[in-house]
């Protein structure tokens, strides 16, 4: 694992009137790992991965970009340093098929005209690169699987050649073949030395593909655990706050008093 990361934040905060949704939030991610953003719902979760990509960008804070700090205040500003979001509802257009999706707003052409031999040739070549099973890349979208569309999306986003992919809930509403299906594929965009950011309210799916676990709080961070050297119960006890009870906060106040 490289020692700088490729995308960093340093003390991220976002107002929203009188809601302070973040306050200084850091977070790293590596080329080549997985970190899971987790937290209860209003946590902040939403609010920083659009602050990433460019959908709402922070009020204060540091955004770097393999060790240079950089502005994104646009999605556009994201997509030119290599971020790919695939968000929860993929975005995809029913009508149009696997081709025609992997492609929208990019489109190839040959003398003015849609190179459609090329794009099938690419579709199939990432598809198959990411081992992805897709009956037919010109069959509607609309009659693949749930798990299927859910790959469709993510190799989209990876037309681009992003360094860093932000999944938001993958998986959510798969059923467990089809859950596993994303889940591999998630392990193969690690294996591909991107920086992945998984968002996902399952810790057993987590504890799986996560290299890392970043826990957000009432808008603050409230922990990063190494997956391997770390239980369920401690990752569950950080997102429910179940570790700050009155006695820790008379302990604090104590320490505070002392100082």
């Not at 029913?94 to 999706?101: F, I, Q, S, Y």
């Not at 190839?108 to 005209?113: A, F, K, P, S, T």
């Not at 998984?198 to 957000?216: C, G, K, T």
Request: proline share 3%; aromatic share 2%; with cysteine.
């Amino acid at each position: 694992m490289s020692a700088t990361p490729v995308l960093a934040l340093r003390g991220v905060s976002k107002r929203f009137g009188a809601v302070q949704a973040l306050t200084d939030v850091e977070l790293e991610i590596h080329p080549g790992e997985v970190v899971a953003l987790v937290g209860d719902n209003g946590a902040g979760k939403s609010t920083l991965v659009k602050a990433i990509a460019g959908v709402g960008p922070a009020d204060e804070g540091t955004v770097e970009w393999e060790g240079r700090p950089v502005q994104i205040g646009r999605p556009h500003d994201a997509q030119q340093l290599g971020i790919a979001t695939v968000y929860q509802d993929l975005a995809l257009c029913d009508n149009l098929d696997v081709v025609g999706n992997l492609f929208l707003g990019a489109e190839l052409r040959n003398g003015g005209l849609l190179d459609e031999v090329e794009m099938e040739r690419k579709a199939r070549e990432l598809l198959s690169t990411l081992s992805i099973r897709i009956p037919s890349v010109r069959i509607p979208v609309a009659s693949l699987s749930g798990g299927q569309r859910q790959t469709v999306a993510i190799a989209r986003s990876l037309l681009g050649e992003p360094k860093v992919v932000i999944l938001d809930e993958p998986t959510a509403a798969l059923g467990v073949e089809q859950t596993a299906q994303v889940l591999d594929l998630v392990e193969r965009l690690r294996d591909r030395g991107l920086g992945t950011i998984l968002i996902s309210h399952n810790m057993e799916e987590v504890r799986a593909v996560s290299d890392r676990v970043a826990v957000l709080r009432l808008g603050r961070n409230n922990g990063t655990f190494e997956v391997a050297d770390t239980s369920q119960e401690e990752i569950v006890s950080a997102i429910t706050g179940a570790t700050q009870n009155a006695v820790t906060r008379r302990e604090a106040r104590t320490t505070e008093v002392g100082q």
